[in-house]
């Protein structure tokens, strides 16, 4: 990554506290990675104030917001995936064992699941939880690639909105 210029430095600074605050809707949900989820944040908004470009009519705190929610969500996205169990069956179908998977995520699992519709849900674990390729997954719950691809998306949208929500 690039050296911060001193105009950099100072977005930086000014709003380091901002980054902590966007990331506490996520840690709400994961406390377990409080720390984890800070540091992201807070490398995020060195990254947005490398990349920011005033002249766009944006503030630094819109551009900023939505880059660090979408890094804090990709990045649980990886930490869900790093608990995998696939194995591929003689037929060539992949089986998944959810119950070691459950164990160990039980926060993004029903997190997915309290947010999205139960078929959703599902491609969202497959995809997401254990990394299964779109291809996979159609295989697994017997629908097109096309019908997965959009259930994760609607998911994503659906996620993202659980998000922005103000926690009370």
């Known amino acids: 990554m690039s050296r911060l210029t001193a105009a950099q430095q100072d977005l930086v600074t000014q709003h380091i506290d901002f980054a902590a605050w966007v990331a506490s809707a996520t840690i709400a ?9 800070i540091s992201v944040a807070r490398l995020e908004l060195c990254k947005a104030a ?10 630094f705190t819109t551009y900023a917001d939505r880059r660090i929610r ?16 696939a194995t591929v069956s003689d037929d060539g179908i992949d ?5 070691p998977s ?7 699992i029903d997190e997915i699941e309290a947010v999205c519709p ?11 939880v254990h990394g299964l390729s779109t291809r996979q997954a ?11 691809a959009r259930f994760t998306s609607k998911a994503a949208v659906r996620f993202e909105a659980r998000i922005l929500q103000p926690t009370t």
């Open 29 to 37: 949900r994961f406390p377990n990675h409080a720390d984890d989820l």
């Open 50 to 59: 490398i990349r920011f470009d005033p002249a766009k009519g944006f503030r």
């Open 70 to 85: 979408w890094v804090l969500f990709d990045w649980c996205k990886k930490q869900a995936r790093q608990v995998q169990t």
């Open 95 to 99: 089986r998944i064992d959810l119950a």
């Open 102 to 108: 459950r164990d160990s995520r039980p926060d993004l």
């Open 118 to 128: 139960q078929r959703e849900a599902e491609a969202t674990i497959l995809v997401c």
């Open 138 to 148: 159609s295989r697994r719950m017997g629908i097109s690639q096309q019908a997965v």
